[in-house]
C-alpha cells in the first residue's frame, strides 16, 4: 500500500515556507533602486518613544536647537508643523539612499534620495502651500508624482503613498574626441529633465529593479533597531567597464556583495551588527585563505599605562597571490615588478600575517607662548604621543629582498643584521626597525626601546582583552582617557567645555569582525557610555545639546574678542606717514 502524506501536513508545509521566505522589506523601500550605493534606515518613531520613555520631548529639544530670534522662530515652526500637520506618516520608516551613475558623455550623475511615507498627500500640498518657507514654490503635476523644485537641483515629488526629495547633481566634465583629436566641452544639460526621468523610473519601477530583490536587504528588517544600513558593491561596476584595462574576472569579484547592518540604542551602549554577504567567487577565495585570530600578545608589553586606541589584525598573506591567480593577473603583474628584483610572492610571503597599532598618551599639542612652561618648549615641540605599528615577518629572504630595494632607494639603512629608517623617515616623525623577527614603527627611540625590552605591562581593560579573543579584526578606543589627554591644564582651552562633556559622557568605543564562515563576514562595534543605566539614544542627545551651547558660548567670546580689538571710535580710513 503507497504511503500518502496528509493534507493538512501539506497546508502547513506550505504556510511555514511561505512565512520563512517573507520578505521584511518595508513596502516603501520598492521604490530604492538595486543598484544603490548604500541605504540608511532610521525607525524616527522608535527613536521618538525611547526619548519620551525618558522624560525627553521633540519640543524640549528643539527649544534647545532653536533660539529666541525670528530667524530661529521661523526654523522652529517650521520643523514644528512639518512633524504634526505635514501629513507624512512618521510612524513608518525613514530612508537616505544615493546613487551614481555614468552618463553617455562618461560624466558621473550622483543623487542623494530622502524616501519617507505620505499619509495624507492633501495634507502634504496644503503644507507645501502654506509654510512661510516654500509657499512660494510651485507644485507641478506628473502622471505618477506631484512635486516642487525646493532648491536648485533638488526636488521634493510625491504621489498618495509616498514622497521622494532627490538632491541631483550632474557633472560634466571635458573629455577627449580620439576620432576628432580634441577635447570636447559637452553642452549644458536639462538637469530639470533628467531629474523628473529618474523620479518617474523610481515611482514606476518594479520590485525585481529594486533593492528588495538583493540577498539579505529584507532579512536586515528582521531585527527589531533604530537604525539600518545596507550596502552593495554593484555600482563599482560602471566604473569597471571604463577602465583602459578590462579585467573580466574583477567584474565577478565585484559584484553582488552585500553589507547589511542594524543599529540600537541600549541601556548603556549604541550597539551596531553588521554581516557581509559575499558572492560564490570571492567566498571562494576567503573560505581558500581562510585566516587565523588576532595575536594579542602584541600588545601586552606597551610601556604605558594609559592607551588611547589599539587595532589588531590577522590574516592569510597567500590570500594576496590568491586573488592575483583568480583574476589571471598573477604573470602580468610580475612583469611589472621584476625590474625591481622581486616578485609579488615576496610582497605578500615577507609577512606573517599579523598586524598591531598601539597609541598611547596623547595630549593637546603645545606651542604657544601662554600654553608654554619655559623657554626651550618654544623652540623644540613636544611629542603628541607614543605609537608602536608591529609586523612580525614571515619568509625572511622574501623580507629581506624587500628591505634591501629599501636601502637603495634611501628610505632605509641598513646597520649590521637590523634595518633603521633613514633620515627621511625621522623627518617625518617616525622611528623604523626592522629584523629578520618583526618590522616595527615607532613614535620615538625611547618608545621603542621599551617595547622592545618588554619591562612594562600595558594597562588594557580586561573587558576588552578579553573581547579580542577569537576576532579576526579588533578596534578599540579609548575615549574618556583620550579626551582627557586633550583637555587644556587651565581649563580655558578652545572648546573645553565640549572634551569635558564627552569624557564625562563616552567611555570607550570597540568593534570587531570575524573570519569568513557560511558565506558571511560578521562584525560587531559597540559605543559604551560611563551612565550604565540610561538609555544611549538620552544620553547622546544630551551630549550633542552640550556641545551646541559650548560651540555658542565660545562662538560669542569669539564676537566679543574681535569687537574689543577693534574700537568702533576709530575713523575708516587712519593715514600713516
Known sequence: MPFKIPQTFIVLLAISLLFSCKNHAPKETRLIPKDAISVVSIDAYSLKEKLEKEGVSIESILNKIFKANHEDSVNKKFVTELQQNAGINWKEKIHFFGTQKKGNDNSTI??????GSVQDASKLEQFLQSNELIKSKLIKKEKEFSYIETMDNSVLAW??????????NHQIKPYYDTTAMKYVVP???????????????LFTQKEDASIVSLKGFGELYKNKAEGYFFSSTNYLLGSLTGMPLQLPKLEELAKDNYTAATLSFDAGKIVAHSTTYTNPFLGNILKKYAGPTVNVSLIDHFPSQNINAIMLAAFNPEIFGGILKQLEVEGLVNEFVKKSGISTQDLYASLKGDIAVVVADLSKISN??????????????KPIGKLIINIPVGNVNSFNKLMDKAVETGTMVKSGKEYKGSGLMRFFGLFIVANNQKLIISSDSLTYTQYIQQTSKASINKEARDYFKGKSTVLYIDVANTMKGLISTDTAGLFYGSLNSIKNTVKDIIGSSENFEDGKIRSTFEMRMQNQQQNSLVTLVNLFTKVAVDIREQNKKEKELEEKMTPTNLPGVIRVD
Do not use: C, G, H, R
Open 368 to 381: 604657544e607662548p601662554q600654553d608654554s612652561d619655559d623657554e626651550v618648549s618654544l623652540i623644540k615641540k
Open 159 to 168: 504621489d498618495k503613498s509616498y514622497f521622494i526629495w532627490m538632491n541631483y
Open 187 to 201: 553642452e549644458k544639460i536639462n538637469t530639470n529633465k533628467e531629474i523628473v526621468a529618474a523620479l518617474t523610473q
Open 110 to 115: 550622483n543623487s542623494f534620495n530622502l524616501l
